[in-house]
């Protein structure tokens, strides 16, 4: 991924994900449970809190002192960006698609 001007290498697979499910609900929060059924699906780990707050530590560090960053907001997270950015698009997703709210199953 690019921010500003520099490469910066995101990490594993879930993490990725982790960033992606943030980005697509920029400026909302994204609660726990949700982000734990689009990577496991209705089956997730017991340590998938502590995987968790691992992934978003690990990207926190990584935003650091660009124009987003990731906050916790009860059992959620938020990824909030600056005003000059805006969150990823998609030709197929929109906002006020209800499909769009619900969770995608990211099988890593």
Do not use: Y
């Amino acid at each position: 991924m690019r921010l500003d001007d520099r490469l910066v290498e995101l990490g594993p697979r879930k993490q990725r994900a982790v960033l992606a499910m943030l980005a697509l609900h920029a400026g909302r929060t994204v609660p726990a449970d949700r982000l734990a059924e689009g990577l496991w699906g209705d089956e997730p780990p017991p340590s998938a809190p502590k995987m968790f707050q691992l992934d978003v530590s690990h990207l926190r560090r990584l935003l650091e002192g660009e124009d987003a960053r990731i906050v916790t907001r009860g059992r959620g997270h938020e990824l909030q960006l600056s005003n000059e950015q805006s969150a990823p698009s998609s030709p197929w997703i929109s906002s006020s698609d209800p499909a769009a709210s619900q969770a995608s199953v990211i099988r890593c």
